[in-house]
Each structure stands twice: as C-alpha cells, then as structure tokens.
C-alpha cells in the first residue's frame, strides 16, 4: 500500500494525474464506472464495411503552453491532424460568426435592429459610465447588459443562455459570463475585429486551429493514456465498469474505497484522488459528511445534455466545426459535425450530425425514445436549412447526467462549504471539471490532473487548485 494511489473517475484529469504517477514509478489503480475511459472527452468508434467516428459533441484542444502541447503530442504520437475552428450562430436565417466579428454583424444584422442595438449599447455606456445607473454585475443578464447593450444581450446572449440552461439569465450568477466571454464589450468586439490578435495571443475564444486525433475521435487522448499507464511496469491499472459506490473514512482519513457493480470489493491506498462529482463525492462518504455539507451538495444543480447522433447520405451539412441555434422555437441548442474535427470520421460520401439538446435529468427531454429524438433534431435542422428531408440514414442518441455545474446565483454559498469540508479530509484531493464543481477546458482538466500527480510523486507544491480561475480561462 505504501505506494499505491487509487483515482476515482477516467476522464482526462483522473487519467493524466494517473500518467504523472506511474511515470514518477508510483503504483496507480484508476476507478472508472463507465465501459469506456474519457468521461465527456470519450469517443465512440464503429468499423466495418465503413469507419464512422463520433464524441459526446465539439472537443478541440489547444494551449498557449508548449510543453503542454509537446505532451499532448508525445500521448497520441503521430495520430495529430491540425483542424481549423469555424463556430458561427444561425439567426434570422443568416449564419453569424461567433465569436462575434463587427463586420460579419453589420452585414447580416436586419438594419433596424442594428440601429436599436448600437443605441442601447451608447445608451447603456452612458448610464455606466456617469453613474446615473448602477451595473450590479451579479448575473449573467446584468454583466452582458452592461457590456453590449440589451439589444445585443437579447439577440445573441439571452435567449440561447436561456434554452440552454433552463432558466433565466436573471437567475445565473455572472460568473458564467466573465468566465466563457472573452470579449471584453462592443468596443472590445470592434477593435479586435479591426486589429485581430495574431494567433495564441489573444483570447482563447479566438484561437482558430487546434489538435485532434486524425483516427479515434478525441478519446484518443484517454485511450494513450491508459496504454502508457498500464505498460509504465508499474502494476498499475485501469479499470473500467467499476464505479466507486462508498467512501469509507475514519474521521479525517479516507480508509477505502468500495467499488463495483455487481460484485463489491475494497480497496485501499496511500492517496486518493477524486475527479467524481464533489456531490457525489460527499454523498458516498461513510460515515457521512456533516449534514449542512450534504444539504449544500444537494443544493448544486447540473445540467444534463441528450446527444442526438444523425448519420447522412450527403459529404457534408457545412464547414463549421460546430453551430449554435440560441432561437426558442427550435429544440435542440447547438450541433456539430465531426468531419471538420478530422475528415477521416465519417466515410467521404456521408457525414454525421451530434445534436445537443439539455435537460435535466429525469424530465421529458431525457426520457424521450431515440424516434422522437430523431424527429426533433430532424426537423429543427431542416427547418434551419442544414440538411433536407430524406437524408437522415440512421439515429441513436447517448445522454450524460452530470454534463455541465449550474452557476445559478446561490451557487457559491453551497460550493464552499462542500469543497472546504472535503479539504479537511487528510488523503483525498478532489480535482478535474467535476471535482472542483468548475467549467474548464480539457487543457486545464490534463493540467490539474497532471499537477495533482506531480504534487504526490514528488512533494513539491503545484498550486492544482489554482488552474482555471483566472479571468480569461474559458473558451
């Protein structure tokens, strides 16, 4: 046991802190309760008569940090194809860039409405900058007001934040602005459509090409580091369709970890890592957390997505990587299309479509049959003009409880208290997207995961916790 680690979850922060272990000559046993490691950066591949490849939706990756590029290459060796992001939104039966290009909105933008919104955006300037009114900067709603306007907030802000999450942009807290809007108003969209950063130098929503696995899909990523983990001759494993399903401690200590499905065992370790859900976390402790941490963890919400998978007799829908459809009248939210990832996931003749349509789990949404899921996504795609009646070849549909941390405007005053108790816990560090209850991209999942590793094999302090909490992070 001396020097044994046991990782709860496979996604990419579990796997890449697994890597960092085993390279450094500890002993590492990753606890997956899926089939298949990746978490939401897994891939799905089927061969046969034709090779199609597919994820759980867009996945890019890219980095200003070479060494972190250099890493990714040394993972997938030469499977690397370097794709070129294109992202636009579909309004008014026009395709907008996004993110948002002033020259690309003038020319597509009813005249009437870009009269309206450049006032509202003067108008609202005006207030903030004499003061006359006062910008609380608390939601989402108030942040985006405040920078572009109501007109601009409404027509590509509001109403797509609304379908997606479910619920009022009044109602999410302006984290989730600041974190995943990197322009900084109007003005800032202007200058930097006039003047555009060079490449890797401005922010990361502008970073145009990125990495991708030419054959595999992005799971790749997971898949190389499960094979250089377990021949690091190490004895170290990974294990799949092994959920970690109680967390037994003795006050401060985490003593075990009981896992499986069907057949339950226990193991135990020098360390434990966690990249599960921190609700799920602390909802598996025994004993329990105390009861005002259990309470806060119940009160973090997550968004839940439905993935409408559609094969197509045509070679492509079109050259985005992915396409957002904020209107309310069409159900599902955003699409993409993994041939312009690589264009070897799809056979040349015929292309696939990922539909995203959030929920939350249990409602109507996620417990519709793969038929009716089909008709929705067909017929919003259709209606937007992307594909045509008849070309639909065949559909399934895949689903993710826990997709995305709801930042509603209490969330903070529940997270705390939950990731302060789990501090308090002597062997255990809860990390990745999911651990820390925190939207980051996969380079800050690998990044956390692999600073978690280091921090363990070595005894040096990495700061793991302070990745993805600066302001420009997001993407």
């Given at each position: 046991?001396?020097?044994?680690?046991?990782?709860?979850?496979?996604?990419?922060?579990?796997?890449?802190?697994?890597?960092e272990?085993?390279?450094?000559?500890?002993r590492?046993?990753?606890?997956?309760?899926?089939?298949?490691?990746?978490?939401?950066?897994?891939?799905?591949?089927?061969?046969?008569?034709?090779?199609?490849?597919?994820?759980?939706?867009?996945?890019?990756?890219h980095?200003?940090?070479?060494?972190?590029?250099?890493?990714?290459?040394?993972?997938?060796?030469?499977?690397?194809?370097?794709?070129?992001?294109?992202?636009?939104?579909?309004?008014?039966?026009?395709?907008?860039?996004?993110?948002?290009?002033?020259s690309?909105?003038?020319?597509?933008?009813?005249?009437?409405?870009?009269?309206?919104?450049?006032?509202?955006?003067?108008?609202?300037?005006?207030?903030?900058?004499?003061?006359?009114?006062?910008?609380?900067?608390?939601?989402?709603?108030?942040?985006?007001?405040?920078?572009?306007?109501?007109t601009?907030?409404?027509?590509?802000?509001?109403?797509?934040?609304?379908k997606?999450?479910?619920?009022?942009?009044?109602?999410?807290?302006?984290?989730?602005?600041?974190?995943?809007?990197?322009?900084?108003?109007?003005?800032?969209?202007?200058?930097?459509?006039?003047?555009?950063?060079?490449?890797?130098?401005?922010?990361?929503?502008?970073?145009?090409?990125?990495?991708?696995?030419?054959?595999?899909?992005i799971?790749?990523?997971?898949?190389g580091y499960?094979?250089?983990?377990?021949?690091?001759?190490?004895?170290?494993?990974?294990?799949?369709?092994?959920?970690?399903?109680?967390?037994?401690?003795?006050?401060?200590?985490?003593?075990?970890?009981?896992?499986?499905?069907h057949h339950?065992?226990?193991?135990?370790?020098?360390?434990?890592?966690?990249?599960?859900?921190?609700?799920?976390?602390?909802?598996?402790?025994?004993?329990?957390?105390p009861?005002?941490?259990?309470?806060?963890?119940?009160?973090?919400?997550?968004?839940?997505?439905?993935?409408?998978?559609?094969?197509?007799?045509?070679?492509?829908?079109?050259?985005?990587?992915?396409?957002?459809?904020?209107?309310?009248?069409?159900?599902?939210?955003?699409?993409?299309?993994?041939?312009?990832?690589?264009?070897?996931?799809?056979?040349k003749d015929?292309t696939?479509?990922?539909?995203?349509?959030?929920?939350?789990?249990?409602?109507?949404?996620?417990?519709?049959?793969?038929?009716?899921?089909?008709?929705?996504?067909?017929?919003?795609?259709?209606s937007?003009?992307l594909?045509?009646?008849?070309?639909?070849?065949?559909?399934?549909?895949?689903?993710?409880?826990?997709?995305?941390?709801?930042?509603?405007?209490?969330?903070?005053?529940?997270?705390?208290p939950?990731?302060?108790?789990?501090?308090?816990?002597?062997?255990?560090?809860?990390?990745?997207?999911?651990?820390?209850?925190?939207?980051?991209?996969?380079?800050?999942?690998?990044?956390?995961g692999?600073?978690?590793?280091?921090?363990?094999?070595?005894g040096?302090?990495?700061?793991?916790?302070?990745?993805?909490?600066?302001?420009?992070?997001?993407?």
């Amino acid at each position: 046991m001396s020097d044994h680690n046991v990782i709860l979850g496979g996604g990419l922060a579990g796997l890449s802190c697994a890597y960092e272990l085993a390279m450094k000559g500890q002993r590492v046993t990753v606890l997956e309760r899926e089939p298949h490691v990746g978490g939401m950066a897994s891939s799905f591949i089927e061969e046969g008569d034709e090779y199609w490849c597919h994820d759980f939706g867009p996945h890019r990756f890219h980095s200003r940090d070479q060494a972190l590029l250099q890493h990714i290459k040394d993972i997938l060796g030469d499977n690397v194809v370097t794709a070129q992001r294109l992202s636009r939104i579909v309004l008014f039966n026009r395709f907008f860039d996004y993110p948002l290009v002033a020259s690309n909105v003038l020319r597509n933008m009813p005249p009437h409405l870009l009269a309206k919104a450049m006032l509202d955006y003067l108008w609202v300037r005006f207030l903030d900058v004499t003061r006359i009114r006062k910008y609380d900067d608390i939601s989402f709603e108030s942040w985006v007001t405040r920078r572009f306007g109501k007109t601009l907030y409404r027509i590509f802000f509001g109403q797509y934040t609304e379908k997606a999450w479910g619920m009022s942009p009044s109602q999410i807290s302006a984290d989730w602005a600041s974190q995943r809007i990197s322009l900084l108003n109007l003005w800032d969209t202007i200058k930097k459509t006039v003047f555009r950063p060079k490449e890797g130098e401005g922010p990361r929503t502008l970073v145009t090409s990125f990495m991708y696995p030419k054959f595999g899909g992005i799971g790749e990523l997971s898949r190389g580091y499960v094979r250089k983990i377990e021949d690091s001759g190490t004895g170290s494993r990974v294990l799949t369709n092994a959920p970690a399903v109680r967390i037994h401690r003795d006050g401060t200590r985490i003593v075990g970890i009981e896992y499986g499905k069907h057949h339950r065992e226990l193991m135990t370790a020098k360390n434990y890592i966690s990249t599960l859900p921190v609700t799920a976390l602390v909802r598996a402790l025994a004993p329990a957390a105390p009861d005002d941490v259990v309470q806060a963890a119940r009160s973090l919400k997550y968004i839940s997505i439905v993935f409408v998978y559609l094969k197509l007799d045509r070679p492509s829908v079109s050259p985005d990587s992915w396409v957002y459809l904020p209107e309310k009248h069409l159900t599902v939210h955003r699409i993409s299309e993994f041939k312009n990832f690589s264009p070897h996931c799809a056979p040349k003749d015929k292309t696939m479509v990922c539909a995203e349509i959030t929920c939350r789990r249990g409602d109507e949404i996620w417990r519709s049959s793969d038929e009716d899921l089909r008709d929705l996504a067909e017929k919003d795609l259709i209606s937007v003009g992307l594909i045509e009646k008849g070309q639909v070849l065949s559909c399934f549909t895949k689903r993710i409880p826990y997709a995305y941390p709801v930042y509603d405007l209490e969330y903070r005053t529940h997270i705390d208290p939950v990731i302060e108790f789990v501090k308090t816990l002597t062997n255990i560090i809860t990390t990745g997207r999911q651990g820390n209850f925190r939207y980051n991209n996969m380079d800050q999942s690998i990044e956390m995961g692999r600073k978690v590793g280091l921090q363990l094999a070595t005894g040096d302090y990495t700061d793991h916790a302070a990745v993805a909490t600066g302001k420009e992070y997001f993407g």
